[in-house]
């Protein structure tokens, strides 16, 4: 019989592992009798995990050398992007994980393979599990971090199955304060050197894609906490991510040193959820703790009814401290000035367009250069290339061990496979490896389910050379879901970063090709991207 479910707030106060296999010794057989392949009864399993302890330390030479190819690196413009307010710091003189944040204990996060180097290596039963029932189990391929947050909140999704999914819808709003919803993710990444080869880039940096997918997960927790009532008699809210606003990577991210996330909701609407999360790393060399923050990132949740798929109210938020009032009042404004532009440009698009000789002087202004590469390929600037030559493409069949909670496409594991992607595209159009700068904006427009055929498509939308010390690489992926049986494809997702050049490459005079459309459509692609650009930006 199934425990009663407890609230999340008890789950996230507990450290949590994400190793969830159970483990037990094998017996050891004599060399004269090999074990038998096929056991005709299984091993009981010890619940007991193994303890880091366990683990030997690595030693230096087992580690590749570290890269500085990020040394020189400038960092972000101002005019590119708005600096983010923080909303927690954390004193340089203690930086352990237990005094970050008395109010909301971190989880700690363990990696998901036992030790090379054990003796006894320990037998996986895979026959068992902690959690049940099977149909609320997320797929496996994802992070520690994910793993361990789904875990976590795993508990309130379970009601899905029992009466509360027939049940009322909750009419009483709570009101909620940020730090009710704030959650911290550590990664002992100094200590656990296995949890550190599992996000480990060729670069020896944090494999950024794996990062993208575990911020996903944690604004998913974070929308879940601020949400849920408590009641087991209501039935829950689906939250879907909405969107990405402004990902910025303000420097890089070391896999060698601690890594902390934390995340709290700092804005709400009617059945919308404005959520922000920093990512910190100190330096030994420097502790100061606004020059720790590595990584802003604020996503957008919207409320779902489980049952009726009709928008619902959410909670509402109380910002106390003056921190919080400020944040809440930023985006505030933001979405407010967001919602103006779009109408604006809607009215615009309905009256004819308020400026239609300007928009027809900026597309053939576009189009001049494309047409002579078309027209006079021989007599095209050098300096310059077409849209159509930048793009890749990936393909794949979405697999149910890539779901989420809710059974669908998890919209990290989307945003990992689309940043990987944009980078493999800045990278065969610059002819080195780029550096990544941030997510200009994400849109999840349609679900993505287990079986679909998703294929990605990414070219380089269009460059900025203006700056010279610091040029910029816009990448476009965008996520279509093909049906081949019925000839129908539907764009589920868009994806669009930025990418710049390595600071030595530009010192020993390298500079960027400019993309240019050869078609009308491509010309109105780059223009609708420069005037969301403003709207985002």
Same mark, same amino acid.
């Given at each position: ?17 994400? #190793? ?107 026959? %068992?599990?902690?959690? *049940?029932?099977?149909? @609320? ?11 361990? $947050? ?23 709003? +709570? ?32 494999? @950024?894609?794996? $990062? ?5 997960? @944690? ?28 990902? !910025? ?45 590595? +990584? ?21 938020? +109380? ?18 000035? *967001? *919602? *103006? ?18 928009? !027809? ?33 990936? %393909? @794949? ?26 980078? %493999? ?13 941030? !997510? ?15 294929? $990605? ?5 269009? #460059? ?74």
């Amino acid at each position: 019989m199934r425990p009663p479910p407890r609230n999340l707030s008890s789950f996230l106060s507990i450290s949590i592992s994400a #190793t969830r296999s159970l483990l037990t010794k094998p017996h050891l057989p004599s060399p004269r009798n090999p074990p038998n392949p096929f056991p005709q009864t299984a091993t009981q399993p010890i619940t007991k995990l193994l303890p880091l302890s366990s683990v030997p330390p690595q030693k230096p030479s087992q580690l590749p050398p570290r890269s500085h190819h990020f040394a020189s690196r400038p960092p972000r413009s101002s005019s590119r992007s708005r600096p983010i307010s923080s909303f927690g710091q954390i004193p340089p003189e203690d930086s352990s994980p237990e005094s970050m944040d008395s109010s909301s204990p971190p989880i700690r996060v363990a990696s998901t393979f036992a030790s090379p180097f054990d003796s006894s290596p320990p037998h996986i039963d895979a026959s %068992s599990s902690f959690r *049940k029932p099977i149909s @609320l189990w997320p797929g496996m391929y994802h992070s520690p971090v994910t793993n361990a $947050l789904w875990e976590a909140r795993s508990s309130i999704f379970e009601r899905l199955l029992d009466q509360s999914k027939d049940g009322p819808p909750q009419t009483e709003l +709570l009101t909620k304060t940020p730090s009710q919803s704030r959650t911290i993710i550590i990664y002992n990444f100094s200590s656990d050197y296995i949890l550190r080869e599992q996000y480990r880039d060729p670069w020896n940096e944090v494999r @950024l894609g794996m $990062l993208l997918e575990d911020l996903d997960a @944690l604004a998913g927790t974070i929308a879940v906490k601020h949400c849920s009532d408590d009641d087991s008699t209501t039935r829950p809210l689906l939250l879907v991510t909405a969107s990405v606003d402004k990902m !910025v990577l303000k420097k890089p991210i070391r896999v060698d040193t601690d890594l902390k996330i934390a995340g709290a909701v700092t804005y709400v609407g009617r059945s919308s959820i404005d959520i922000q999360i920093e990512v910190t790393q100190f330096q030994q060399d420097n502790p100061v703790p606004s020059d720790s923050i590595a +990584l802003t990132a604020n996503f957008t949740f919207v409320a779902r009814d489980s049952k009726m798929g009709k928008s619902a109210p959410v909670n509402r938020l +109380l910002p106390e401290s003056e921190q919080e009032k400020l944040l809440f009042k930023e985006r505030e404004a933001r979405d407010k000035l *967001k *919602k *103006k532009k779009r109408e604006e440009q809607r009215k615009g698009i309905e009256n004819g367009g308020h400026n239609f000789h300007g928009e !027809v002087a900026r597309l053939n202004n576009l189009l001049s250069e494309g047409r002579i590469f078309c027209d006079f390929p021989a007599l095209a600037d050098r300096h310059s290339i077409l849209l159509r030559d930048t793009c890749l493409e990936n %393909s @794949l069949i979405c697999q149910p061990q890539q779901r989420n909670l809710h059974g669908r496409i998890f919209g990290g594991f989307l945003m990992h496979r689309a940043f990987e992607l944009a980078f %493999s595209t800045a990278y065969a159009f610059l002819g080195q490896r780029p550096c990544f700068l941030e !997510v200009d904006h994400v849109d999840f427009l349609k679900p993505v389910d287990v079986g679909d055929f998703l294929r $990605l498509k990414s070219c380089v939308v269009y #460059t900025q050379r203006e700056n010279l010390e610091q040029p910029l690489i816009n990448i476009e992926v965008v996520a279509h879901v093909t049906r081949p049986e019925l000839r129908t494809s539907e764009v589920s997702n868009t994806f669009y970063f930025t990418f710049t050049v390595n600071q030595d490459a530009l010192a020993n005079g390298f500079r960027i090709r400019n993309v240019v459309p050869a078609t009308e459509e491509e010309a109105r692609r780059i223009l609708e991207r420069m005037d969301a650009e403003k709207i985002y930006s």
